[in-house]
């Protein structure tokens, strides 16, 4: 990968915010370095299962789906059509959870991304990206928007484990991980109290789950007057939106509290250590004594 030119090329790009984004290719680590940490059985050294393509996820079920392909062309083009109105905006949340919690701090630790994306949430997220061991487990391909390039550079150096598999059933051994992370992930899940059951099977003991998302039906009131520039940029965002046919709300779940998520984590085993609900957002650190 040339990272000169790429940054290059974007130099005096006059780039109309609503234009589709470019996209690369996530640096990934060679899958044959993590054969240890998966279930016994399993290995990502078959050509069929090598997670540096661009077409086959490793799950055998998802395989055989016959929508897996388009579901997989639908994300890439969310991540095309995706704005800096929502990239900008996501980022204080992070941020807020993320020095709120501690966790963003966390150093020379294992940690699993669900559903997690492009995998920006290492760099966007963690202060010590570079010490850490990174799996982004997701059952599509995600491509690296340019945003993401411009914002965090690191991401074309850092090295992360892409595993294409469901939330509901991790690949890993049980005890591996020091963190499970869901970020804005958990209700698109089908079975959400299975992902929190595996998440306990593969934390090591003193592990954590960091789960956070928004909630239905909350409103945030907002200050801010109403500018005759932000109608004309909220029509523009909608026209964008059915142009690039970008769902609204593609959730499969809707979470009116925490109290449901809480509940099944410490069915689990789960000792629940925070829990904040701000605004319309929320998040759980829950711990595996």
């Known amino acids: 990968m040339d990272k000169e030119k790429i940054f290059y090329d974007l130099i005096d790009n006059p780039r109309n915010i609503y234009e589709n984004a470019t996209l690369f290719k996530q640096k990934r680590r060679d899958p044959s370095s993590y054969n240890n940490i998966l279930k016994e059985g399993l290995s990502y050294t078959e050509e069929d299962q090598i997670l540096n393509c661009l077409s086959h996820p490793t799950d055998p079920e998802i395989s055989k789906e016959k929508v897996w392909k388009s579901q997989n062309n639908k994300f890439l083009n969310y991540h095309k059509s995706l704005t800096p109105h929502t990239f900008f905006n996501s980022i204080a949340i992070d941020h807020y959870i993320g020095n709120k919690s501690g966790l963003n701090d966390i150093k020379d ?29 997701d059952p599509n391909v995600r491509l690296l928007h340019d945003q993401f390039i411009r914002m965090y550079p690191q991401l074309l150096d850092l090295e992360m484990g892409h595993v294409l598999a469901l939330g509901e059933d991790f690949p890993f051994k049980k005890e591996v991980a020091d963190l499970v992370v869901s970020s804005s992930s958990i209700d698109h899940m089908k079975d959400h109290k299975q992902f929190i059951k595996e998440s306990y099977r593969c934390l090591k003991f003193g592990g954590k789950l960091l789960v956070s998302s928004h909630l239905s039906g909350a409103k945030t009131k907002s200050n801010k007057s109403i500018s005759l520039s932000g109608i004309f940029e909220a029509i523009a965002r909608i026209i964008h939106r059915l142009q690039n046919r970008v769902a609204v709300n593609d959730h499969v779940l809707e979470f009116s509290s925490t109290k449901a998520l809480e509940t099944d984590m410490l069915d689990v ?17 829950a711990i595996k004594d």
């Open 109 to 137: 630790a294992v940690v699993f991304d669900v559903g997690g994306g492009t995998g920006h949430f290492l760099t966007s997220f963690f202060k010590f990206p570079k010490s850490l061991e990174y799996y982004l487990i």
């Open 269 to 285: 085993g789960f000792q629940i250590q925070e829990s904040e609900v701000f605004k319309n957002y929320f998040y759980i650190v």
